[in-house]
Nanobody, 122 residues
Framework: QVQLVESGGGLVQAGGSLRLSCAAS????????LGWFRQAPGKEREFVIA????????YYADSVKGRFTISRDNAKNTVYLQMNSLKPEDTAVYYC???????????????WGQGTQVTVSS
C-alpha cells in the first residue's frame, strides 16, 4: 500500500514556473513507476508525464514537452514535477500516481494522491 500526498500547487502568471512534489509513504517507493496526470474543469483526466522506477526513462505528453520535467528521489520517497513556461491551458488539478510499470495509461496506476490545484493566469 502506498499513500501519495501532492504539494506545491498555486496561482502563477503565464510564463511562470511551479514545482510540484509528491511524497509517498511506505518502503517500496523505488519499486513503483510514477506519473503525473491532470484534470481541468469540465474535462477528463489526462496523462502529463511519467518516470520509470529507476528514473532512467521518462514519458511526456506532447503538450508539455520542453516545458515540464519529472524527477524522483528514491531516498526521500518523493517525485517532482517541474513546470516552466506555464500557460493558462495548464490550469488543472494535478495528481500523482504510482504503478508497477511506467505507462501513459491512467488505468495502469494503482495508487493516487488527492491532487493539488494549479492555476495559471493570463
Amino acid at each position: 500500500q502506498v499513500q501519495l500526498v501532492e504539494s506545491g500547487g498555486g496561482l502563477v502568471q503565464a510564463g511562470g514556473s511551479l514545482r510540484l512534489s509528491c511524497a509517498a509513504s511506505g518502503r517500496m517507493f523505488s519499486k513503483y513507476a510514477l506519473g503525473w496526470f491532470r484534470q481541468a474543469p469540465g474535462k477528463e483526466r489526462e496523462f502529463v508525464i511519467a518516470i520509470s522506477r529507476s528514473g532512467g526513462a521518462t514519458y511526456y505528453a506532447d503538450s508539455v514537452k520542453g516545458r515540464f520535467t519529472i524527477s524522483r528521489d528514491n531516498a526521500k520517497n518523493t517525485v517532482y514535477l517541474q513546470m516552466n513556461s506555464l500557460k493558462p491551458e495548464d490550469t488543472a488539478v494535478y495528481y500523482c500516481a504510482a504503478g508497477s510499470i511506467v505507462t501513459m495509461g491512467q488505468h495502469d496506476y494503482d495508487y493516487w494522491g488527492q491532487g493539488t490545484q494549479v492555476t495559471v493566469s493570463s
